[in-house]
């Protein structure tokens, strides 16, 4: 599989505080990356860094082989935990939205069969995420797990190279976040997305991903402990999309059944 | 039961709201009428007939010098310059607020003139007003658009910056210029802060037209109350003070009205 993204030596610094150091990694196409790691350790620092919210302060990131544009662009999908969806649109307006802005710069809006088309294209998305039933409910009438598959609709018919998940199902309660880990799984493999996904739940980051990483700090100083960084302290690879039931793995794949 | 638990049903809670209004209103005309006893051409507290006779003449009978009815001529001047006032302090609002509010250069630009004006009482600037523009209309208007407009601008920006990050990032993810993600995610998130703004900014407004109309006009609820003061004639002056609290109930009631109706979601339609 090709390198969809990749880090060079990079380092992410405020001030004298080192956040990120020596970070080199290479994530492929279709892979469907893990993130865990202590709070601290540059777990949003790293989904901020491939959002282009901020530039490393040394290194390069390469989409594709070109540098990545210190700007957040339609190229990268995004589900936050919380505030992901527009509360004053309804679920069908909230999705048309990424494809209202790419054509029409001036307005932001669509009209007749552009529109139309556009309307159909975001319907066949959220029947896919399972909300065809809501296209008229604002955010607000909808339930936690509603709003986080609007959310993933709403990036995903902007076709992303790749999908980032900032803690996705952490604001959930377990009955809908399993639920939802069989949506994203299925999505991942009809869409062949690539993901990049932020957790703090281990059994979740290795169920559902085909490789974990783990964030930490290599050395600690304790007299200075903001002059180390974190850098990818375990790279674990689990499977690759093509295995349907990790047959070796069951001390780690808690939900065999569920998941697959 | 604990106060605090205590809830009011809606018909009682109508009465409740009635009874300290219809408390006042009998204490008045106690009063009233014991001062009528003592001297029945008292003019400090007029009787409630005494209002209905003056006010009856403001309304139904055409004044002989312009043949117009006065009551009528006041209101309607008076609306037209709080209008007129309170609509360019909102297209402000909504324009350099969004600006203010979305774009870091345009804040750090405009932020601290806007504070600036917004800080400056806009009764000092009256005099500045009549000199720059005369006695006319501009002046009451300009007045009452430097009165309000920094106050609403500055509540705009510092609800569009108060948005939620992840909706600033996703719209960008989603394609979004500055210019969609002001016009798509900003404005109408903006909308209902916009229309409660004009709620609190009428109470002000007021203060300045009124202000205004004291001071050089010819017409105006604000010119008639300060110019039968000089006759005493409380039988006029408070039904006008009436008056202008009834058509501010109703500005109020509308926006609110407006508010709920054009945006929903804004108002904790939950699932």
């Given at each position: 599989?090709?390198?969809?993204?990749?880090?060079?030596?990079?380092?992410?610094?405020?001030?004298?505080?080192?956040?990120?150091?020596?970070?080199?990694?290479?994530?492929?196409?279709?892979?469907?990356?893990?993130?865990?790691?202590?709070?601290?350790?540059?777990?949003?620092?790293?989904?901020?860094?491939?959002?282009?919210?901020?530039?490393?302060?040394?290194?390069?990131?390469?989409?594709?082989?070109?540098?990545?544009?210190?700007?957040?662009?339609?190229?990268?999908?995004?589900?936050?935990?919380?505030?992901?969806?527009?509360?004053?649109?309804?679920?069908?307006?909230?999705?048309?939205?990424?494809?209202?802005?790419?054509?029409?710069?001036?307005?932001?809006?669509?009209?007749?069969?552009?529109?139309?088309?556009?309307?159909?294209?975001?319907?066949?998305?959220?029947?896919?995420?399972?909300?065809?039933?809501?296209?008229?409910?604002?955010?607000?009438?909808?339930?936690?797990?509603?709003?986080?598959?609007?959310?993933?609709?709403?990036?995903?018919?902007?076709?992303?190279?790749?999908?980032?998940?900032?803690?996705?199902?952490?604001?959930?309660?377990?009955?809908?976040?399993?639920?939802?880990?069989?949506?994203?799984?299925?999505?991942?493999?009809?869409?062949?997305?690539?993901?990049?996904?932020?957790?703090?739940?281990?059994?979740?980051?290795?169920?559902?991903?085909?490789?974990?990483?783990?964030?930490?700090?290599?050395?600690?100083?304790?007299?200075?402990?903001?002059?180390?960084?974190?850098?990818?302290?375990?790279?674990?690879?689990?499977?690759?999309?093509?295995?349907?039931?990790?047959?070796?793995?069951?001390?780690?794949?808690?939900?065999?059944?569920?998941?697959? | 039961?604990?106060?605090?638990?205590?809830?009011?049903?809606?018909?009682?809670?109508?009465?409740?709201?009635?009874?300290?209004?219809?408390?006042?209103?009998?204490?008045?005309?106690?009063?009233?009428?014991?001062?009528?006893?003592?001297?029945?051409?008292?003019?400090?507290?007029?009787?409630?007939?005494?209002?209905?006779?003056?006010?009856?003449?403001?309304?139904?009978?055409?004044?002989?010098?312009?043949?117009?009815?006065?009551?009528?001529?006041?209101?309607?001047?008076?609306?037209?310059?709080?209008?007129?006032?309170?609509?360019?302090?909102?297209?402000?609002?909504?324009?350099?607020?969004?600006?203010?509010?979305?774009?870091?250069?345009?804040?750090?630009?405009?932020?601290?003139?806007?504070?600036?004006?917004?800080?400056?009482?806009?009764?000092?600037?009256?005099?500045?007003?009549?000199?720059?523009?005369?006695?006319?209309?501009?002046?009451?208007?300009?007045?009452?658009?430097?009165?309000?407009?920094?106050?609403?601008?500055?509540?705009?920006?510092?609800?569009?910056?108060?948005?939620?990050?992840?909706?600033?990032?996703?719209?960008?993810?989603?394609?979004?210029?500055?210019?969609?993600?002001?016009?798509?995610?900003?404005?109408?998130?903006?909308m209902p802060?916009l229309l409660?703004?004009m709620r609190?900014?009428?109470?002000?407004?007021?203060?300045?037209?009124?202000?205004?109309?004291?001071?050089?006009?010819?017409?105006?609820?604000?010119?008639?109350?300060?110019?039968?003061?000089?006759?005493?004639?409380?039988?006029?002056?408070?039904?006008?003070?009436?008056?202008?609290?009834?058509?501010?109930?109703?500005m109020?009631v509308t926006f609110a009205f407006l508010s709920r109706k054009l945006f929903?979601?804004?108002?904790?339609?939950?699932?």
């Amino acid at each position: 599989m090709s390198t969809l993204l990749s880090f060079r030596d990079v380092w992410v610094e405020y001030g004298d505080r080192i956040i990120i150091e020596k970070l080199n990694l290479d994530i492929e196409a279709g892979s469907f990356v893990s993130i865990v790691g202590p709070s601290g350790a540059g777990k949003s620092s790293f989904l901020r860094l491939i959002l282009g919210q901020e530039a490393p302060s040394r290194g390069s990131i390469l989409l594709d082989g070109t540098p990545l544009a210190p700007e957040c662009g339609p190229d990268r999908g995004v589900v936050f935990q919380r505030y992901s969806v527009f509360p004053h649109l309804s679920a069908l307006r909230n999705t048309i939205l990424g494809m209202e802005c790419a054509q029409a710069p001036l307005s932001g809006r669509l009209f007749g069969a552009a529109r139309r088309a556009a309307q159909d294209e975001a319907t066949a998305m959220l029947n896919a995420v399972g909300l065809g039933h809501s296209l008229d409910l604002y955010p607000a009438q909808m339930s936690g797990g509603m709003q986080q598959r609007l959310a993933i609709a709403q990036a995903l018919v902007k076709r992303p190279r790749v999908l980032l998940l900032d803690e996705p199902f952490g604001a959930l309660d377990p009955g809908i976040r399993a639920d939802m880990h069989v949506l994203i799984r299925n999505l991942w493999r009809e869409y062949s997305l690539t993901i990049v996904m932020v957790t703090h739940d281990i059994r979740e980051a290795f169920t559902l991903g085909t490789r974990v990483l783990a964030l930490d700090k290599r050395r600690h100083d304790p007299h200075a402990p903001h002059r180390f960084g974190a850098t990818a302290v375990y790279d674990i690879p689990l499977r690759n999309r093509d295995e349907t039931a990790p047959a070796n793995n069951d001390d780690i794949t808690v939900d065999v059944i569920r998941n697959n | 039961m604990r106060w605090v638990n205590r809830q009011v049903r809606r018909g009682d809670r109508l009465l409740l709201g009635a009874l300290p209004i219809v408390l006042l209103a009998v204490i008045y005309i106690v009063v009233a009428a014991s001062r009528h006893a003592v001297n029945p051409s008292d003019k400090i507290l007029p009787l409630p007939g005494t209002m209905a006779q003056s006010m009856a003449a403001l309304i139904f009978v055409p004044d002989q010098l312009t043949g117009q009815l006065v009551f009528w001529a006041d209101t309607l001047a008076s609306l037209q310059r709080l209008g007129i006032g309170l609509g360019i302090s909102t297209l402000m609002a909504i324009m350099v607020g969004l600006a203010l509010g979305v774009l870091p250069p345009v804040r750090a630009t405009f932020g601290p003139l806007v504070t600036g004006i917004a800080v400056i009482p806009p009764i000092a600037l009256l005099p500045i007003l009549f000199i720059a523009l005369g006695l006319g209309e501009t002046a009451k208007v300009t007045l009452i658009v430097i009165g309000i407009a920094p106050v609403m601008i500055r509540d705009i920006a510092a609800h569009v910056a108060a948005l939620p990050r992840e909706q600033i990032i996703k719209a960008q993810t989603l394609g979004a210029s500055s210019w969609q993600v002001m016009i798509r995610v900003a404005l109408p998130q903006a909308m209902p802060r916009l229309l409660q703004a004009m709620r609190l900014a009428l109470g002000p407004a007021w203060v300045f037209l009124i202000s205004a109309e004291a001071i050089a006009s010819d017409v105006g609820l604000g010119y008639r109350i300060f110019l039968v003061r000089r006759y005493l004639s409380m039988d006029v002056i408070l039904p006008y003070v009436a008056w202008i609290a009834i058509l501010a109930i109703v500005m109020d009631v509308t926006f609110a009205f407006l508010s709920r109706k054009l945006f929903p979601w804004a108002h904790g339609e939950s699932h």
